[in-house]
């Protein structure tokens, strides 16, 4: 358990570190931002989709990774179109949500990673992520260790419900059974 939790965290670590030295190129006008997000949207949300059809939790997880980081591509290039694009996704995983957590159920890398895309409002998430790309490398660190601590508290209490919902299973289970057997 504690090898998964290291794992979150590194790749939450990796991620607010990768993005310090991207330069995207400027957007030619508003007009094609515009549609560069729908097309993404379009792209991401198919994506998740495919994955939620399929209920593979892993690339599942690979795929919101894709999405922080465009979402770190897009913060470069006009961090209003970025907010637009967060909270569409928000939106979408939203909707989605009991799917989701049908087949995720107790991984914690994709409940922490769709808990770091629709814990805060877009304009939270977009502007945290500004800082992130922003700041020098103790700043980075600083922030990639919240995230780190914050993902690997909200892993924690994800586990602590899953198994007491578990436990309680269980003995519902068992009384059953037992009441069966007449005992």
Known sequence: MKK???AVMAMIAIGFTSCGNK???PA???ETAAFDVEAAVSEMTSKLSEQIEAQDAGKFAE???TVQEKIKEIIGNNPEVA???VTKIQNFLKENADKIKAFAGENETVNAAISA???APAESIVSSLSSAIGATGDAVEGAAQDAA????DKAEEVKDAAKEQAGEAVDAAA???KDALGL
């Open 4 to 6: 998964v939790l290291v």
């Open 23 to 25: 330069q995207a190129a």
């Open 117 to 119: 895309l629709t814990a």
């Open 63 to 65: 795929v919101l990774a």
């Open 175 to 177: 009384d059953k059974a």
């Open 83 to 85: 907010k637009e694009y």
């Open 149 to 152: 601590d914050a993902a690997a």
């Open 28 to 30: 030619d006008n508003t």
